[in-house]
């Protein structure tokens, strides 16, 4: 008997120091995460993106502020430091961390702006409230938990069940409700103040690719606070295609013979250098940080002229988008997305992988967020840079003597990915080394499908194209705004159009060849208020009011748009109210901290014009101001058969050109690459 209770007592004592020893890995674990999370030092420059640790500091005060109520985070960001503080900086110097909070109480359905200051002047507190205000009559933008809720309320509902069954669908497990801005509200939802939340409904059945099998013909909109829905629309049944768009391996089998290994190596390492969030390569130094609503955003883009590094850009940044889409019908004209102010598109960054997004030869950078409950999370790889090289910079051949000079043109790329349900963009800052600067955006991911009854293209009405049997993609735009806070060689500048135009024949003009180009100021915010003319090639340039080149012309940077459509909605379209930033291709107004989005800072649920219509109607003047520039590009997408099921990639975007900045061609005394010759 003692010997089986020895037994029984060594077994549970062997038990015990397992559990002991299982709990000590747990929390070893447990402490590796928070440290890998909090690992970024100490931050050494304002512009330093904010630790776990600030994070964390600044949510808790916040809270202690509002105990009792259920409050939520669409927004814990840096509160950018003064630019002039910023610009004065000296490395080793005290600077001050401010945190800005936008903090949502779903209790009363309010909204407020938090700044907390982390390092006050006093020593007495880690943080203090610095500033906390209502912003009344605004809904902040969707938060990830919402779209579950609103999953969650309209699956509950009796009404969508039933039209569920209607379409045959009764396992209603095999239904993904995907949740939508609200897009343009009705009056009475406008005066009711929910917070709303429209949902689509997708048949997934055994597939993974449920975009192909819109439910067509349901919405909902579901009030997210009371938790049930506001309105429900059944307009009747539409067929459902039958084929699987699963885009696997399996599903396209048999595959397409896979091209032959290209490697892209750097043996001797990258040539940019990384140090904490700063970036230098070729000439350029400049900073990054992902920012939880506009994305990766760039600032003190500067650029190397000797032993002088002369500014170009203090702050760049995706600042709005919006997609229209083209049917009247009232299940699809409230969709045109704000995917920047309604779903904040930093947070819906994705991880990249070497090879994949992001060639073998780049480096992937993490970054640190917070979620809806103000908890920093760590992004991992989200950011990717990475050397290209993109065929010829400059070549001449002198056929007398047979001389030959060529240099090869190799690019800096800073990338980042956002997936707001099926569509994903990618967002690149190109560097060149002839002191150019490219932004490009990259349009992927599925059509939005709308089901139909047609399978052949005979009886399609205009509003779309049927790109499979029972489907259709609805004609519609992706317009992007960048706001460009350009500071070329010091912030008094001054914008400029520059134009081609043709001479009558004269005299002077027998031919009728002569064509000359015209440089106006525009010297307000009103004027400046541009849109593109290909007849006359415009384009617009910063200017610099207080340096000249050794010409006597004013250093300048000049935006060559690439290609770009217009806005097609009717100058009376309720969308234009929304989106009054893509009616204009060009902006500038003068500097101010606070004007940082071109759809103004709450567009979800709002119908009213805000934003940059908003932001010159006070006509500022704009010759030696500082200045910032807004350049609105789009596309517009009638979809085609190829689209589907994935679209291949389209890309849109412009150029930063330096024009009178350097005295010569900054690149052409790049050394020449060694030639590699191989025999037949």
């Known amino acids: 008997m003692l010997q089986i209770l020895s037994q029984l007592f060594s077994k549970r004592r062997k038990q015990f120091w397992l559990s002991i020893a299982m709990f000590i890995v747990v929390a070893i674990a447990i402490s590796s995460i928070q440290i890998s999370l909090a690992r970024i030092v100490t931050p050494t420059h304002p512009l330093d993106s904010l630790t776990a640790q600030e994070i964390t500091a600044a949510v808790a005060l916040i809270k202690q502020k509002m105990p009792q109520q259920e409050i939520h985070f669409p927004i814990v960001a840096l509160n950018e430091p003064d630019k002039t503080e910023v610009l004065n900086f000296k490395p080793g110097q005290p600077f001050k961390r401010e945190v800005f909070a936008v903090v949502y109480d779903r209790s009363q359905n309010k909204t407020y702006e938090a700044v907390v200051t982390l390092k006050p002047k006093t020593k007495a507190k880690a943080a203090v409230l610095s500033s906390w205000q209502e912003i009344p009559g605004v809904q902040p933008a969707i938060m990830e938990p919402e779209y579950e809720i609103a999953a969650a309320v309209t699956k509950a509902d009796p009404r969508w069940q039933a039209a569920m069954r209607k379409r045959g669908i009764t396992d209603f497990k095999q239904v993904v409700v995907e949740g939508w801005a609200v897009g343009l509200v009705t009056e009475a939802e406008k005066s009711s103040g929910a917070r709303l939340c429209r949902t689509l409904s997708y048949f997934k059945g055994d597939r993974w690719n449920y975009y192909g099998t819109p439910i067509e013909g349901v919405v ?5 606070n009371a938790k049930k829905l506001a309105s429900f629309s059944d307009t009747g049944v539409v067929a459902l295609s039958k084929e699987n ?88 004209s409230f969709r045109n997305a704000f995917d920047v102010g309604e779903y904040n598109f930093g947070t819906l960054t994705n991880t990249q992988e070497l090879g994949k997004e992001v060639p073998e030869n780049g480096v992937l950078l993490d970054a640190v967020l917070a979620d809806s409950q103000g908890k920093p999370y760590a992004m991992p790889d989200v950011v990717g840079i990475y050397e290209k090289d993109n065929g010829v910079l400059w070549k001449h051949y002198d056929y007398r003597s047979e001389r030959k000079d060529v240099r090869r043109d190799r690019q800096l790329i800073v990338t980042t990915t956002a997936t707001i349900g099926n569509y994903d963009y990618a967002i690149n800052w190109i560097f060149h080394q002839d002191g150019s600067l490219d932004v490009r955006t990259d349009l992927h991911g599925l059509v939005l499908a709308q089901g139909s009854d047609s399978v052949t293209t005979a009886s399609r009405d205009s509003y779309g194209k049927l790109i499979a049997k029972n489907i259709v993609g609805v004609n519609h735009q992706h317009f992007f705004n960048f706001r460009l806070d350009l500071d070329v060689d010091g912030e008094a500048n001054m914008p400029m159009e520059m134009t081609v135009q043709s001479l009558p024949i004269s005299a002077n003009n027998p031919h009728g060849n002569a064509f000359v180009t015209k440089h106006v100021p525009l010297t307000s915010e009103e004027s400046a208020v541009r849109d593109l003319n290909m007849t006359e090639n415009r384009e617009w340039a910063i200017a610099s009011t207080t340096r000249k080149n050794q010409l006597g012309a004013p250093t300048s940077y000049m935006l060559m748009p690439s290609g770009n459509t217009v806005f097609f909605p009717r100058q009376d379209a309720t969308i234009r109210d929304r989106a009054g930033f893509a009616t204009h291709h060009f902006w500038v107004t003068k500097y101010k901290p606070k004007e940082l989005h071109a759809g103004g800072e709450y567009p979800n649920q709002s119908n009213s014009q805000q934003g940059l219509p908003t932001l010159v109607a006070d006509n500022e003047p704009l010759i030696g101001q500082d200045l910032v520039a807004w350049y609105t590009f789009g596309t517009t997408h009638v979809p085609r058969p190829e689209d589907w099921p994935v679209m291949p990639v389209h890309h849109a975007g412009f150029k930063l050109m330096p024009v009178g900045f350097f005295t010569r061609n900054p690149a052409i005394n790049l050394p020449e690459s060694t030639p590699i010759n191989h025999s037949s």
């Open 245 to 332: 768009w699963d885009y696997d391996r399996r599903s396209l089998s048999p595959l397409r013979t896979a091209a032959k290994l290209l490697k892209i190596l750097q043996p001797n390492g990258h040539t940019f250098k990384l140090s904490g969030n700063e970036v230098s390569w070729q000439g350029w130094k400049f900073r990054y940080m992902m920012h939880p609503r506009d994305g990766l955003i760039l600032y003190q883009v500067q650029h190397e002229d000797g032993r002088e590094f002369r500014p170009v850009m203090y702050r760049a940044s995706l600042s709005e988008m919006v997609v229209p889409y083209g049917d009247p019908n009232p299940q699809w």
């Open 220 to 224: 909902a909109t579901v009030d997210l």
